[in-house]
């Protein structure tokens, strides 16, 4: 796996999340509806939720099988850009379509726990 991928990956996904979280507090509030406005915060609170998870996953190494760590870290990565991403185009874009693509980054999350789970299993001691 490589470690310095998702670290920087993760530290950048967090700025971004923080930068979208001040944007839809402040100029997105004036543009959307409050419903869309909370669908974006929806997106930026699983961006950040994920993002420090994936930040847990490097850090644990030691204690995962690295063939499934590597495989979590894919998963969680692509849950973020496809969840909280097609819920930001969503919102931008006022295209209620993409709210089907939202369930393939949700599946992703969830994959990509299944797989830390496992690797912190199938680790040898």
């Known amino acids: 796996m490589n470690a310095r991928f998702y670290l920087v990956f993760a ?12 944007f839809g507090a402040h100029a997105l509030k004036a ?5 869309r406005l909370a669908v974006w915060h929806t ?34 990565v692509a849950g973020i850009v496809i969840f909280s991403g097609s819920l930001y185009l969503l919102v931008i874009t ?4 993409l709210g089907a693509i939202t369930p393939i980054g949700g599946v992703s999350f969830l994959v990509g726990w299944l797989l830390l789970a496992l690797a912190a299993l199938k680790k040898q001691a």
């Open 94 to 97: 006022n295209t209620p379509a």
């Open 11 to 22: 530290a950048l996904s967090c700025l971004v999340s923080v930068a979208f979280g001040a």
């Open 43 to 76: 997106g930026v609170l699983y961006q950040m939720t994920h993002s420090l998870g994936l930040f847990i996953l490097v850090s644990a190494s030691a204690y995962l099988a690295p063939v499934l760590q590597k495989w979590a870290a894919r998963f969680l």
């Open 31 to 35: 543009m959307v509806s409050p419903e």
